[in-house]
């Protein structure tokens, strides 16, 4: 799953509005954002073998440090203790926490039997969505757009940057999607690893843009008659 993590991460804004959209975009899409670094350090390790799904040529065969469930429940208590540690803020760091745990239940109902439960273990977890490509697309397709329209409907812009920047970063994740799904296999492990790097761009690009958006406001009325903002 590609654009189903981002789709997350803008929806848990409105779960959690005093959290950066890149730091929801760092939980939602972590694990993919250390495979890459564990894959150049090989520790983990991939395989180009087109066929081996309708989405994906990647064989994930070893990534159990990433991707396994129970090393999964440590990163997301991690995660979620260190954005406590700064914030001093439980919900939030629950969102962050929840946020990780998404990624890797996302990725369990679209890979093929590859998710180990703990490292080293003989239990392999996929329920294969990426058997079909329009059910991919189907599915992933319609968690984005509705959490787009979540998290434009939540907060508004305050320049042109929020407006034009968070356009421009959607439609990049959808040009990279249908990159991924309908371009050629990667030339080289290589390509898989650094391209796979590469994502780690959309957190500070999540970030900028959030901080030039805010939260919707409704106004309520007080006990004295004064109007004010939620």
């Not at 679209?110 to 991919?136: N, Q, Y």
């Amino acid at each position: 799953m590609f654009i189903g993590h981002y789709a997350v991460g803008l929806a848990a804004k409105k779960a959690s509005p005093g959290t950066s959209l890149g730091t929801l975009f760092l939980s939602a899409q972590f694990l993919d954002l250390l495979w890459p670094v564990l894959l150049l350090l090989g520790v983990e390790h991939v395989r180009i073998a087109p066929g081996t799904t309708a989405v994906t040529p990647l064989d994930f065969y070893d990534y159990p440090f990433s991707h396994s469930l129970a090393m999964v429940a440590g990163w997301a208590v991690a995660l979620g203790g260190v954005y406590f540690g700064v914030r001093r803020n439980f919900r939030g760091a629950a969102v962050v926490a929840g946020c990780v745990l998404s990624h890797w239940i996302l990725d369990a109902t679209v890979h093929r039997p590859d998710l180990p439960l703990v490292p080293g273990g003989s239990v392999l977890i996929g329920l294969e969505l990426w058997r079909s490509v329009s059910a991919t697309v189907a599915v992933e397709g319609a968690m984005f757009i509705l959490a787009v329209l979540v998290y434009c409907r939540g907060t508004a812009a305050l320049d042109r940057i929020g407006r034009y920047a968070l356009g421009a970063l959607v439609a990049f994740l959808l040009v990279s999607y249908a990159a991924n799904l309908f371009g050629p296999p990667p030339p080289s492990l290589a390509a898989v690893e650094w391209g796979s790097l590469a994502a780690w761009i959309f957190v500070p690009w999540a970030a900028w843009i959030d901080r030039h958006r805010r939260m919707r406001t409704a106004p309520v009325a007080l006990a004295s008659g004064v109007r004010a903002r939620l």
